[in-house]
């Protein structure tokens, strides 16, 4: 297996889970109050701390918690020597990746959802399978997670293009069933403590190119 120089550990950022989403949520609150105030002089102030905060702004705040309560039971559960990046850059894109874990299995690119309800994947005679969350069309989240591993996949070919690259979709607070596995065009949906599971398992990578492959995967994709 062919693999980029080591580098020095201290040169390794993992980034801050759920750093750019709190960061989003907060900019949104910022401009909310400043209009409120800059329309309102006077009353400006009560306005606000009378009124709850609009949904497009908690729902940032709610989606940073979740990729912060994910990476800790992630740094619980998964074995030593096993690195993960949070909240990583895309180069030339607004948009972020969650997390990204290096192991001996190999690497997993991990998008965090916090939905409340029941997943399930809904697989009509005629047309295509989708995936449903509180009786909600959200097929797109598999889209999205696919275009991610994507460009861990294109990255990957350039350092060790024989390590394997997955990618899997980790809920917080969704109701996933409790017999059998749900997966969707081989994405795996999945609870963090199963998820771990799954990454813990063995693979192609020593201790030391899990090492090597993070410190490249970090440089490739900054914290956001």
């Not at 905060?53 to 979740?66: D, I, L, N, S």
């Not at 697989?123 to 889209?143: E, M, N, S």
């Amino acid at each position: 297996m062919s693999m980029p120089p080591t580098q020095p550990q201290e040169e390794l950022d993992t980034g801050t889970a759920g750093a750019s989403a709190r960061r989003e949520g907060e900019r949104r609150k910022a401009n909310r109050e400043k209009r409120v105030r800059e329309k309102n002089p006077r009353t400006g102030g009560l306005r606000l701390a009378l009124a709850d905060a609009p949904k497009h702004e908690t729902v940032w705040a709610r989606g940073g918690g979740g990729e912060e309560h994910v990476a800790k039971l992630l740094a619980k559960h998964l074995n030593a020597g096993v690195v993960v990046l949070h909240d990583r850059g895309i180069p030339g894109s607004r948009a972020n990746i969650d997390h990204i874990a290096i192991a001996p299995s190999g690497v997993w690119v991990i998008d965090t959802k916090r939905y409340r309800g029941k997943v399930a994947i809904s697989k009509p005679l005629f047309g295509k399978a989708k995936l449903i969350i509180g009786g909600r069309d959200q097929t797109k989240l598999i889209d999205g997670l696919a275009r991610q591993v994507g460009l861990v996949e294109a990255v990957m070919a350039e350092v060790a293009a024989d390590v394997p690259v997955r990618g899997a979709l980790c809920f917080v607070d969704s109701e996933l069933p409790i017999l059998g596995k749900l997966s969707f065009n081989g994405y795996p949906l999945l609870h963090s403590k199963a998820l771990a599971k799954r990454v813990n398992g063995g693979g192609p990578l020593s201790i030391e190119q899990v090492q090597t492959v993070a410190v490249e995967l970090a440089r490739r994709f900054p914290p956001a």
